[in-house]
C-alpha cells in the first residue's frame, strides 16, 4: 500500500492540554506507520512550558522535527495531509487534505469566525467529544449575501467526528508533599475564568473549615511551571484564602511545575485521596476527569459538557447513569469577564454548579465514601475495558486514512497495469 505523507502540525512539546491532544494524534498515527510516513511541525501554545524529559515519545519528536525540517529546506514540500492540532482559527490550507483536530467548545455556541475557518481551510474536523460536535454542527447564523438578503441556518460545512482519549497506564511515582491530613480531595486546573477555581477552594474551605482533617490538594498555574508563575499563584491562592474571613482548620496544599504521568498516577492513587472536583464552567473532554476516574478514583463534578462521554455507564435496562458524585448546575450566559472574541462568544452561555449541591456532594462523598468507592470501580472498569489504546488510534486513523478506498483504489492500478502489460 502506497504510504501517505502526513504533516502533524500542532504544541508537540508543550505541557499542556493542546500538548497531550498533539501526542495522541501523533501516537494514533505512529500506530499505523505501514499507511502513513510521518512529518512534524512544532507550534508554541500560549506561555506554557515544555517538557523536560528525555522519554522515547520526546526523543522521537525532537528527531522528527529535524526530518521536517530538513525535509522542507531541501525540497519543496510535498504533503499529502495536513493534520492540524489547534483551534479553528489558527486552520490552514497546507496540503490537498487538511483535518483541523481540536478540542472543540466548552459552551453552546462556535464563534461564525471558527465556523468560517472550517468551511475555508480543512475538510473534516476531529473533536475529543460528543458535546463539541454537538455544538458544531448545531451553531447557526443568519448572515447576509452580497445583496443584503438573509442567509439563514449558516454553520459547518464539513464533516465533524468525535474521538475520545485513551487510557494510558503509569507505574505511580511519589512527589514530595506533606499530607498533614487523612481525607483529602484534589483539583488539577490552569487557573482561569473557565476552571471557576475560585469557587472551587472558597465552598471547599466553607464546608470544611472545622475539620483538621481534611485537605485540598490544589495542583494549578496561572500560565506557566515558571519560578515566577509559580510566586504569582501562591499569591493568589493566599490572597484568595486570606479574604475569605473564616477560620480554618482545613489544609489546603498548592502544586505548582511539572508532574509526570507516573506522579499524577501517584495522586490519583493515594490511600488518603477521596476524590477529584471539577466544578469547571464547560470542559472540552476533561483529561484530568478522565485520568482519575480511569484510576479508580471517585469523581465530583457536574452532568455537563465533554466528561460526559466517559463518566457515564449503561444500567441494566441500558439507560446511561453517571457514576460520579452529581453536582447541579444552571446553564445561563458566560460571565462578561470570560468573553473571549472569536472563541467564546458573548451570546454562548455555559454550566454554573450550584454552591449547596458542591457542598452536599463533598460531605457526602465522606458519608458515603463506600457506595462512591464501588461507582468509581464500576466506571473504571467501563473505562478500561471502552477507552483502550487500540480502539481509539483505530478511531482516529479511520477519520485519517480510508483504507478500504485506498485498497481498492491500488488494485483497480494494479488490474490496469496488468491488463496493459
Avoid at 166 to 195: H, M, Y
Avoid at 297 to 324: A, E, H, Y
Wanted: net charge neutral; proline share 3%.
Amino acid at each position: 500500500m502506497l504510504k501517505k505523507k502526513i504533516v502533524i502540525k500542532g504544541p508537540l512539546l508543550s505541557r499542556s492540554g493542546y500538548g497531550e491532544q498533539a501526542r495522541f494524534a501523533l501516537r494514533a498515527l505512529r500506530s499505523r506507520t505501514d499507511l502513513l510516513e510521518i512529518y512534524a511541525v512544532n507550534i508554541p501554545w500560549g506561555r506554557t512550558g515544555h517538557l523536560s524529559d528525555m522519554s522515547e515519545e520526546t526523543n522521537y519528536i525532537h528527531d522528527l522535527l529535524i526530518k521536517t525540517q530538513t525535509y522542507i529546506q531541501s525540497n519543496q514540500p510535498n504533503f499529502d495531509i495536513s493534520l492540524q492540532v489547534t483551534i479553528p482559527n489558527e486552520f490552514e490550507k497546507i496540503a490537498p487534505l487538511n483535518i483541523g483536530y481540536t478540542a472543540g467548545i466548552e459552551t453552546t455556541k462556535v464563534s461564525p469566525q471558527w465556523i468560517q475557518k472550517c468551511n475555508d481551510s480543512v475538510d473534516k474536523v476531529i473533536v475529543v467529544s460528543d458535546h463539541s460536535k454537538k455544538v458544531f454542527e448545531q451553531t447557526k447564523y443568519t448572515l447576509k449575501d452580497q445583496n443584503g438578503n438573509a442567509v439563514p441556518n449558516w454553520g459547518v460545512q464539513v464533516p465533524v467526528e468525535t474521538v475520545n482519549y485513551c487510557v494510558r497506564d503509569f507505574e505511580p511515582e511519589a512527589i514530595e508533599i506533606d499530607l498533614k491530613t487523612s481525607k483529602n480531595f484534589l483539583a488539577i486546573s490552569q487557573w482561569g475564568p473557565r476552571k471557576n477555581f475560585e469557587n472551587t477552594i472558597k465552598w471547599f474551605v466553607e464546608t470544611f473549615k472545622d475539620d483538621e482533617d481534611v485537605g485540598l490538594i490544589v495542583k494549578a498555574n496561572t500560565a506557566s511551571d515558571s519560578v515566577i508563575d509559580r510566586e504569582i499563584t501562591q499569591k493568589r491562592l493566599q490572597t484568595l484564602l486570606d479574604g475569605l474571613g473564616v477560620e480554618r482548620k482545613c489544609s489546603i496544599y498548592l502544586i505548582h511545575g511539572e508532574l509526570s504521568e507516573g506522579n499524577l498516577a501517584w495522586l490519583y492513587k493515594h490511600p488518603s485521596m477521596k476524590a477529584l472536583i471539577n466544578i469547571a464552567h464547560g470542559e472540552g473532554y476533561g483529561l484530568p476527569l478522565f485520568e482519575a476516574a480511569s484510576c479508580g478514583l471517585p469523581l465530583i463534578t457536574i452532568t455537563w459538557s465533554g466528561q460526559m462521554d466517559f463518566i457515564c455507564k449503561k444500567n441494566k435496562k441500558g439507560k446511561k447513569v453517571p457514576r460520579i458524585v452529581k453536582v447541579d448546575y444552571d446553564i445561563k450566559d458566560v460571565q462578561k469577564f470570560a468573553v473571549w472574541d472569536g472563541v467564546i462568544q458573548a451570546d454562548s452561555k455555559w454550566a454554573y454548579a450550584k454552591e449547596a449541591s458542591f457542598k452536599r456532594a463533598l460531605k457526602e462523598c465522606l458519608e458515603k465514601e463506600q457506595h462512591y468507592r464501588q461507582q468509581a470501580e464500576t466506571l473504571q472498569k467501563h473505562i478500561l475495558t471502552n477507552f483502550t489504546a487500540e480502539a481509539k488510534y483505530r478511531e482516529f486513523i479511520n477519520c485519517i486514512v480510508d483504507e478500504e478506498g485506498q485498497k481498492a483504489m491500488e488494485e483497480e492500478i494494479d488490474s490496469l497495469l496488468a491488463d496493459l502489460l
